[in-house]
């Protein structure tokens, strides 16, 4: 069986990323390109040159290229699109390719979505519709992500106690893979609750959504494993030097770190109880675009045979739940038991609110 694909949100200069795009579209594509079974039929962006530079480069016709993603939908009836716009229109655009009746798949990117509401609402209406929605937390596709997770399940290091992280601009953006890998080694199990606190001095814009400049976030599973996270985009040193690794999983019996700090470590050890670090060999490390190549191919995998995606909405909305739960943690000055009852961005309404009011930014 063939997939028609489409693409909403194209991007500009892939080779040149920047805080407002990584024009990921491309990305996308040469993943599907490389899936047998997925064919590319069109592309829309609201930028007519960004649009048609794409279709270039991907061998698309004049009549394949539209501004109006709407029009595109009722015109080519693809059976799997992509999303790949700013998060604070992944909603309202994901949402509308669900409701028009003829797309069986939606691909989007990470964050989900710039309020809880908008990731709830997108979860809603996919399962509502019998849509198969994924979103894009590619790195679950690494090899020493997936080496740690053998390991972890093999109990080379004992029951699973902790886990950690540390992300370099935030818990919104880079925490959305974060808190993600947190729940991917933790068998999904939902959180209970979330205590964090964050600094916002200074702007510090990412696709057009504010992220804090440093945070430190405790959370517990209910299972009793509890999770520390943090975050750095100041380069100054701060919380994440703490942690001082990508992830970090603390067993009964040893420990495994995936992308430890320093120039000389590798992607992936491990440490038992009274031994030294040992090295893990990989294929790879923590960053790759043929992750998004591995993650195309199982949702095209699982469009066919009807499993669910492991980038499924309901994982990535339990990884959402915990990055806003964070924040209205330090909105309320307190715990946060879940599920999470808010609908807004509590960072974004703290600024709206004058309760946050950073410096502006020369990179932003």
């Known amino acids: 069986m063939t997939y028609s694909v489409a693409l909403i949100g194209t991007g500009s200069e892939p080779d040149q990323p920047n805080r407002d795009g990584y024009a990921m579209a491309y990305h996308h594509a040469a993943g599907y390109e490389k899936q047998a079974g997925c064919e590319l039929v069109a592309c829309a962006d609201i930028v007519p040159e960004n649009a048609r530079a794409f279709a270039d480069e991907f061998g698309l016709s004049d009549d394949a290229i ?14 799997m699109v992509s999303v790949c716009v700013p998060p604070k229109v992944h909603a309202s655009i994901t949402v509308d390719c669900i409701r028009s009746g003829v797309v069986d798949a939606v691909h989007c990117e990470k964050p989900m979505a710039e309020t809880y509401a908008g990731a709830k609402l997108m979860t809603q209406e996919a399962a509502r519709h019998g849509v198969q929605l994924t979103f894009n937390h590619q790195r679950r596709f690494s090899d020493a992500i997936r080496t740690a997770k053998e390991l972890l399940d093999a109990g080379e290091i004992g029951a699973l106690e902790r886990v950690e992280f540390s992300a370099p601009v935030g818990i919104f953006d880079y ?5 993600d890998l947190c729940n991917y080694f933790n068998d999904e199990v939902p959180a209970a609750w979330v205590l964090g606190q964050i600094d916002y001095s200074e702007e510090n814009v990412l696709f057009g959504t504010h992220n804090e400049n440093q945070a430190v976030v405790h959370w ?10 943090t975050s750095d985009s100041t380069g100054t040193g701060g919380p994440a030097d703490a942690i001082a690794c990508h992830n970090r999983l603390v067993g009964s019996e040893g420990v495994i770190e995936v992308g430890p700090d320093g120039e000389e470590l590798p992607p992936l050890r491990i ?39 492991e980038l499924c909405a309901s994982n990535a909305l339990n990884a959402t739940e915990l990055i806003f739960a964070a924040w209205e943690s330090a909105r309320q000055r307190g715990r946060i038991d879940l599920p999470l009852e808010i609908d807004d961005n509590p960072l974004q309404s703290m600024l709206d609110a004058g309760e946050l009011s950073p410096e502006p930014s020369g990179e932003n």
């Open 220 to 229: 517990e599973y209910e299972n009793g494993v509890h999770g520390i996270g």
């Open 66 to 79: 539209f501004e109006d993603y709407a029009e595109m939908l009722s015109t080519v009836k693809p059976d």
């Open 175 to 179: 925490g959305s893979h974060s808190f």
């Open 271 to 309: 440490r038992r109880d009274g031994e030294g670090w040992e090295t893990v060999e990989t294929d790879d490390g923590l960053h790759g675009w043929a992750f998004i190549d591995r993650a195309i191919a199982e949702n095209a995998r699982c469009l066919q045979t009807g499993e669910t995606p």
